[in-house]
């Protein structure tokens, strides 16, 4: 059985930081490409990171670049976001996901974020 679960997320102040984690079981997760979304209310989910399976590519979305950085551990099976000079916009429920080619598409729980003085 499939599990994606997210952790690291709470309440922070502008300009703090978080660190979220991905505990991934139930797959190869080697094998999978791993993201960071966010949905915030009344929002669509955006895509925050990506990370290739091999761990050598990486991308983000332009209102995160500088800020935030993903990262992996497969022998941990677990995707990590360092999130810096956060902003009250970041402020979304954050969640992981794994994705092999299209095929397989696996989500978690979520974790939130909420960024305030």
């Known amino acids: 059985q499939v599990h994606l679960v997210e952790s690291g997320g709470g309440l922070v102040q502008p300009g703090g930081s978080l660190r979220l984690s991905c505990a991934a079981s139930?797959?190869?997760?080697?094998?999978?490409?791993m993201s960071w979304y966010r949905q915030a209310p009344g929002k669509e989910r955006e895509l925050v990171a990506a990370?290739?399976?091999?761990?050598?590519?990486?991308n983000y979305a332009d209102s995160v670049k500088g800020r935030f950085t993903i990262s992996r551990d497969n022998a941990k099976s677990t995707v990590y976001l360092q999130m810096s000079s956060l902003k009250p916009e970041d402020t979304a429920v954050y969640y992981c996901?794994?994705?092999?080619?299209?095929?397989?598409?696996?989500w978690g729980q979520g974790t939130q974020v909420t960024v305030s003085s």
């Open positions: 990370i290739r399976s091999a761990g050598g590519s990486t």
């Open positions: 139930g797959f190869t997760f080697s094998n999978y490409a």
């Open positions: 996901n794994a994705n092999w080619i299209g095929v397989y598409i696996y």
